[in-house]
């Protein structure tokens, strides 16, 4: 190793600390939206602030939650293992990480366009302030939702330097989405929730309720989300994407109701799902497969 190289046992640690392997449950879908902003091929320029917002904005929620949740991570045998409990890292550097990620997010915004840069603080504000929904309402689970129903119109904004009324449909769907996706995450934590007297849509519903409002979130995510291929006009690989996600999602929601409380095989086909969405986008937008549909 050359003097000032990291080690690459401490890459391996910021890989770990950061989950740098689950960028992929939502990178899809921005590269997605991405290409529909721009219309076919966006600049190598655009792409990469783009690129380097997301993943800013994520280490940025990532590395504060985990700052902020670090005495109930101790306290929850899923996440006592985790970095900060196990000693691994230290809560400081655990806020520098997060002050750095969300410094890195405004300037790059500042570099996209000026609705961008006024609204990154906006953004960053609602990434970082879930670490904290958990504490006081029940409602954390569709604010988590609500995190990841911002990349559509932060991706808009981004390329365009405006935000489209018909992007709403996006972040509608990505709201339903995401809330279904996280309420099955909950159900992993219920009994952990409950003993640590933190509040969410399952724990105060219940396990059944749940798992029958997860498909029912599905079915409207994927609704509005073919409600905006509609408005923009796209060809059938789009809707036939959307097709092949409703399959595994359902499959996805059976298997829910024989495990309630298991979230490894959801949590496993989201990243699939997220990867269908980008496979139609791309035929629709790049193959000419098929006609357009009408435009509402």
């Known amino acids: 190793m ?14 770990r600390f950061l989950e740098i392997q689950n960028v992929g449950l939502n990178l899809p879908f921005a590269l997605a939206f991405l290409v529909l902003a721009a219309g076919g091929i966006p600049s190598l320029w655009v792409v990469f602030l783009v690129l380097v917002a ?34 691994r890292r230290s ?30 603080p906006v953004a960053l504000a609602i990434v970082l302030g879930y670490s904290y929904t958990k504490r006081f309402t029940i409602l954390t689970t569709p604010f988590l939702g609500f995190v990841e129903a911002v990349t559509p119109g932060a991706v808009f904004i981004a390329v365009q330097g405006t935000l489209p009324g018909f992007v709403l449909l996006a972040v509608g769907g990505l709201l339903a989405w995401g809330t279904a996706f996280e309420t099955v995450h ?29 498909p029912a979130l599905h ?8 409600l905006f291929g509609f408005a923009l006009e796209l060809r059938l690989p789009y809707f036939a994407g959307l097709g092949a996600m409703a399959v595994i999602a359902l499959a996805t929601d059976l ?18 799902m997220a ?8 035929l629709a937008v790049f193959v000419p497969l098929g006609p357009h549909v009408p435009g509402l």
């Open 186 to 214: 909950s159900l992993g934590d219920l009994e952990s929730d409950r003993a640590l007297h933190l509040q969410s849509l399952p724990a105060r519903i219940g396990v059944q309720a749940s798992v029958r409002l997860v």
């Open 2 to 15: 050359t003097d000032g190289a990291v080690p690459p046992r401490r890459l391996y640690e910021l890989g």
């Open 275 to 282: 990867a269908l969405y980008l496979a139609g986008v791309l």
């Open 54 to 87: 997301f993943v800013s904005a994520r280490n940025a929620g990532h590395s504060f939650n985990r700052w902020a949740d670090r005495d109930l991570d101790a306290a929850n045998p899923r996440t006592r293992g985790r970095a900060i409990p196990s000693g």
């Open 219 to 226: 079915a409207v995510a994927l609704g509005l989300l073919a």
């Open 91 to 120: 809560p400081a550097s655990a806020l520098v990480i997060a002050a750095v990620s969300g410094a890195v997010l405004i300037f790059t915004a500042y570099l996209l366009n000026p609705l961008a840069f006024v609204l990154a």
């Open 255 to 272: 298997s829910l109701a024989r495990s309630p409380t298991s979230s490894r095989v959801p949590f496993q086909r989201h990243f699939v």
